[in-house]
């Protein structure tokens, strides 16, 4: 019975101690941005120099995530939510103001519009690049890390629009993602069986992707990050489906850590996650255009990040486990493990997270388009823009409750042991209380009743010689 009702805490059902923390997580989920300013941009496309980058950041802001419409589903082994995410700033954990801070970087518009016209033709090409030369266009932009991020009327689009309409003249990385979702999630409760616990079952009302070459790379495995099922392994492969990249990915047991208290196993993704087709042939699928693959280390994510026709490619900060000519192309970046990792520390026994940091960079393909004079020095650098890094650590209420959940597994799991423990300590106290009674019936003295048979004896023989005396002197 104890051991139902420990099942039934670690389930994604209504009233457990796991589906209250599920629906609304109360640990303070912080995104800090870190921007790339280019501080040579003319001599990059002179092909004079490398680009000199130089980091801008944090700008940190909290992130809200509780999920809405809950509805279960299947007699409860199925749930369904949507994660809507806010954004606050909070300047107090940030080094400057987003509305005041300038960066410079490549004009992504104006690289998803050349990038759009690849193969136009070299005299339309060349017609559309005399345009853009002079309405003032050229390969990089400076703004406010708040239009960066949130948002800005773009001149090229703008005009764009009068042609095309459904053009969306206003760009941003992070634009109208505040208050967003990233679609329905059907998740498995684990009711029926505990290792499906958090395990999504459908995204967007599909098993499986349609974006990628091969059925491996559109699989949707494993959760979506924030719940794993209890009583994990060190061998265990975590799978983790993350809509920012429109694949899964994987994390192999690093080494164990301690949260507040709470033991954890730090699983993080291994080099073979972001590895090239030819290096790792899991990921062969992940390369849309077979003579362009790209090496270890980055994913070109165009077909899923809609930032108009720009060639998005993502990576770890600073391209940590990426091939070195990545980093090497570019002054400024150098990548560190401690603080460009990406990892997930999890309690063995609930499978919960209590700390996560989830780093990714977002990079540019640069490449040369025939037409645009532009791009005549561009050699395929692949240009950081900015890197996140999305963290949470267990608030100390949540980590008190887990410590007690813990506690109550624990018992329940050595339950077997204590009642052995009792049984074989009542056997010994009974043979010793036994030992003992024999030891005192063995040396007891005679018992009260025996001395008085024999002081009636002694008292019969008196008044029997008393008797024998009397009859003498009375002859």
């Known amino acids: 019975m104890l051991c139902v009702m420990c099942v039934q805490e670690i389930t994604l059902t209504e009233g457990s101690k796991v589906f209250a923390s599920w629906m609304n997580p109360p640990p303070p989920v912080y995104i800090q941005f870190f921007f790339f300013n280019v501080t040579n941009p003319e001599e990059f496309l002179k092909g004079e120099a490398k680009p000199r980058l130089t980091e801008m950041g944090p700008y940190t802001f909290r992130q809200y995530r509780p999920k809405h419409n809950v509805t279960f589903l299947d007699n409860g082994t199925k749930v369904s939510a949507y994660t809507v995410k806010s954004f606050v ?41 005399m345009y853009m030369g002079s309405i003032g266009t050229t390969l990089f932009m ?18 764009l629009k009068t042609i095309r309409p459904d053009t969306d003249e206003y760009f941003g990385l992070m634009l109208n993602k505040n208050g967003s979702d990233d679609g329905e999630f059907v998740y498995h409760t684990g009711q029926q069986n505990y290792l499906d616990f958090g395990r999504i079952f ?40 993350t809509p920012d990249l429109c694949r899964s990915i994987h994390m192999r047991f690093e080494k164990e850590v301690e949260v507040k208290g709470i033991p954890a196993y ?6 073979a996650v972001l590895a090239s087709g030819k290096n790792n042939p899991e990921n062969e699928g992940f390369c849309l255009t077979p003579k362009k693959c790209l090496d270890d280390g980055v994913l070109d994510v165009s077909v899923c990040r809609k930032l108009g026709c720009a060639p998005v ?16 192309a570019i002054d400024g970046i150098s990548p560190v493990h401690d603080r460009h990792q990406t990892f997930l520390d999890l309690n063995p026994t609930m499978g919960m997270p209590v700390r ?3 780093r990714a960079q977002i990079n ?45 597994v624990t018992l329940v799991s050595h339950f077997p042991l204590v009642i052995m423990a009792l049984g074989v300590i009542l056997l010994l106290v009974c043979i010793i209380l036994v030992i003992r009674f024999y030891q005192n019936k063995v040396i007891q003295p005679p018992r009260t009743q025996h001395f008085g048979k024999c002081n009636l004896m002694v008292n019969y023989d008196k008044k029997k010689n008393k008797n024998k005396s009397t009859i003498k002197n009375r002859i």
């Open 313 to 328: 490619v993502v990576s770890f900060p600073h391209f940590h486990l990426g091939a070195e000519k990545y980093a090497e």
């Open 142 to 159: 400076t703004h406010t890390v708040e239009e960066m991020l949130w948002g800005f009327k773009d001149p090229l689009l703008t005009r």
């Open 364 to 408: 540019i393909h640069l490449e040369r388009v025939s037409g645009f004079p532009l791009t005549r020095n561009l050699n395929g650098t692949i240009f950081p823009i900015l890197f996140l890094n999305e963290s949470v650590v267990i608030d100390d209420a949540s980590a008190a409750r887990i410590q007690k959940l813990l506690l109550i």
């Open 356 to 358: 996560a940091m989830k």
């Open 89 to 129: 700033f909070l300047p107090e954990k940030s080094v400057g103001d987003p509305k005041v801070d300038m960066v410079t970087t490549v004009n992504i518009p104006a690289v998803a519009v050349i990038n759009r016209l690849k193969g136009v033709g070299f005299w339309v090409a060349s017609g559309i690049s």
């Open 266 to 271: 730090r699983f993080t993704p291994p080099r």
């Open 202 to 241: 459908t995204w967007k009302g599909e098993k499986m992707l349609s974006l990628w070459k091969t059925n491996q790379s559109n699989m949707i495995n494993g959760s979506d990050g924030s719940a794993f099922h209890p009583f994990l392994s060190k061998e265990e492969r975590l799978n983790v489906f």
